[in-house]
């Protein structure tokens, strides 16, 4: 537990330039107190404490904001910044090295007791306000732009965005960068390929004019 710590102080200190020092981390990270919250909870809810797991969990939303179901499985040094209004739901799987911003719903789509809710892979960042909806798998060190809604698989490496998610290629290798305002968009994309392609059709039409005339 105590070694957890320590990586989870580190990790923090490594992605969030606003962070001081460690005493600083230790005290007013509440993304931090939420997925340590979860430790405790995840520990009884496996060993068959499952109303004490829910009474945990139920307190660490009300001193958090973070909702986390105790039977979902969190991986190590994953890092909830400025996580008001998270949700991970109860047959979730976040890997190791996760990024996860305010509002990231991690959601189920079926009523039956089964795998239902998404499976994170390593090194994933997903962004503000992304919905993250069903039994579907986001690939190692792949990327969610904010407010985007991810009902299908994503490959490895991959940037998704937009509504319903688009994958989208870009030339950052890092998963880690933050600069998300940099994120390519796909309906910009489109829409400027339609402006290229009626400039040079009217380009075209003007020869075919100036032919006749």
Partial sequence: MFDRIREDLLMVRLRDPAARSKFEIFFCYSGLHAVWYHLIAHYLWKHGHCLSARW???????????????????????????????????????????LLYQGVVLGGTSTVREKRH???????????????????????????????????????????????GKIVHEKRPCAMDQEHQKLPDPIDEALKNLIEKQEILEEEINKLKNEKN
Avoid: W, Y
């Avoid at 991986?75 to 976040?94: A, K, N, P, Q, Y």
């Fill in 118 to 164: 998404p499976t994170i892979g390593d090194g994933v960042v997903i962004g503000s306000g992304a919905l993250i909806i069903g039994d579907i798998k986001l690939g190692n060190g792949s990327k969610v732009g904010a407010g985007s809604v991810v009902l299908k698989d994503v490959p490895n490496g991959a940037t998704i965005v937009g509504v319903p």
């Fill in 56 to 98: 945990i969990s139920t307190v660490n939303r009300f001193f958090t904001g973070i909702e986390i179901h105790p039977a979902a499985k969190i991986g190590r040094r994953v890092f909830i910044d400025h996580g008001m209004g998270v949700v991970i739901g109860e047959t979730t799987e976040v890997g190791n090295d996760v």
